[in-house]
């Protein structure tokens, strides 16, 4: 767990998570392999995009799930009109290096 | 000899045969259990209380068996949303492109309207939720059908709990592979829902080399509906295969029957890849929603959940008064070859037939 991390408020209904922020992944490029569930249906859809990273991410739970912010979004899904997005950890590819994962570029555990 | 269809995923699950059957249907599941395949129920839409009460039926009905729970893990989030936005999001010219399909089609409105209000910011949460129960009931296997299960695997593995993952890219299945995932679905274009953009035959052999010398079972998806794709998936070098759409007509499938018998008439061409439902791009049998979004008139498709929220009263009407013109499901190009209703359990023997006959062509 990251010495920077802390308590997030979680938004009512959401999972609490512990914030936390690693100033190695700060501009770092990457693509997230997204998507999710539909909601109200059994369908799930496919989304990609590429951006850069905050550094800031989220652990949920306690495995932990991590999630990265990804910003200055430069591929999103057409329609999607927000300006960035939470990525899971492991669907982060780094546009330098895809082989590698995200947590070899981070200072904090 | 051995059988040519006795895989090593065979071995892992304890299965007479290498198909796997991905259902939202118990009956279907336990059918094609107790036939000597395997079943993955997909319970993404359902409550943890639902989730352990499924379990509950389907082990009182296959006799210590092996299954799997099938959950969406998400993958990306949007960095904000709430519902009361997300409505006032809603442009008025898609608000009234989607009253000129209700009128034109004369579209019901559904009987209880879809509960948008539970909509929004609840990926992480309803996963986790769900996933307790898959670990407090150690599910034999746990199946993630989008999303890395990376995350889960030690404490899953300390359960004794089985992880397969799908995947639509073969960077995806070899860091997946790196993780520990025990078994790596491949999914093509031509699967129901949300596939990638690589087709059944290119993405199941890459993703074969990339599991080569690590143990790791894949299993072929997309488009899977005879027994001439299990053999060719086998050929491919995968250890058996994952299908969806085949069950959707089988008697014991709970969808309501004019909707089997629309899938019953689809062909492959009928099955769209589109995001006119839900603003994600994904595979569904045509139907006038899809036309009218296809044509120039059409405003653009909004973002999800946006576009779903607009999709979801056409779609729930349809279905309240069985309006078999209107109706849509999700469905893989294999569609073609699902003409008949038949139980499950004939629907496996058929496949394993055929696709025995294909090895004894080769042979002989």
């Not at chain 1, 997030?8 to 998507?35: H, I, K, M, V």
């Not at chain 2, 993405?203 to 899977?224: E, L």
């Not at chain 2, 049998?285 to 009263?313: C, F, G, Y």
């Amino acid at each position: 767990m990251s010495s920077t991390a802390s308590l997030g408020d979680a938004p009512l209904g959401q999972a609490p998570f512990r914030s936390g922020f690693d100033a190695a992944l700060t501009g770092l490029e990457a693509e997230c392999d997204g998507g999710g569930p539909l909601e109200g249906t059994h369908f799930a859809g496919r989304q990609y995009f590429t951006g850069r990273l905050t550094g800031h991410y989220r652990d949920f739970g306690p495995y932990p799930w991590r999630w990265y912010l990804l910003d200055s979004l430069t591929r999103k899904p057409d329609g999607f009109t927000h300006d960035s997005v939470w990525c899971d950890g492991e669907s982060l590819y780094p546009v330098s290096d895809p082989a590698k994962s995200i947590e070899q570029y981070c200072k904090t555990e | 000899m051995n059988s040519p269809l006795h895989t090593p995923l065979c071995d892992k699950l304890g299965i007479e045969y290498p198909v796997v059957a991905f259902t939202h249907c118990k009956d279907v599941a336990v059918a094609v259990i107790n036939s000597g395949g395997f079943a993955v129920l997909g319970e993404a839409l359902h409550t943890p209380d639902e989730i352990a009460a499924d379990i509950k039926w389907i082990r009182e009905r296959i006799g210590g068996k092996p299954f799997g729970i099938d959950l969406v893990l998400p993958s990306s989030v949007p960095a904000e949303k709430s519902v009361a936005e997300l409505l006032a999001m809603i442009p008025q010219e898609q608000r009234d492109f989607e009253q000129h399909i209700k009128q034109k089609y004369n579209v019901p409105d559904p009987k209880i309207a879809p509960n948008i209000h539970v909509w929004g910011g609840l990926d992480q949460k309803r996963a986790m939720d769900q996933l307790e129960v898959v670990f407090d009931e150690r599910v034999p296997v746990f199946a993630s059908g989008l999303g890395s299960p990376a995350f889960l695997l030690k404490r899953a593995h300390e359960l004794g709990i089985q992880v397969w993952g799908l995947v639509g890219k073969p960077r995806q299945a070899k860091r997946q592979i790196e993780a520990g995932t025990d078994v790596i679905i491949a999914q093509g274009f031509d699967a129901a829902g949300h596939t990638g953009n690589i087709g059944t035959f290119s993405i199941v052999p890459q993703v074969v080399d990339a599991a080569r010398g690590t143990g790791v079972p894949v299993i072929a998806a997309g488009g899977v509906t005879t027994g001439r794709h299990l053999a060719a998936a086998l050929a491919l070098g995968a250890d058996g295969v994952w299908t969806g759409s085949l069950w959707l007509t089988s008697r014991e499938s709970d969808l309501n029957m004019p909707l089997k018998e629309r899938l019953l008439e689809a062909e492959t061409e009928d099955t769209m890849y589109s995001d006119c439902i839900s603003g994600y791009t994904m595979r569904t049998t045509r139907s006038p929603w899809h036309d009218e979004w296809m044509s120039d008139a059409a405003p653009e498709v909004l973002k999800p959940p946006l576009q779903m929220i607009l999709s979801s009263n056409y779609i729930q009407g349809s279905l309240d008064y069985q309006r078999k013109d209107l109706m849509t499901e999700a469905a893989g190009q294999g569609i073609h070859y699902i003409k008949e209703m038949k139980p499950a359990r004939q629907i496996l023997s058929d496949i394993v037939e055929e696709a025995l006959d294909v090895f004894d062509r080769f042979a002989g």
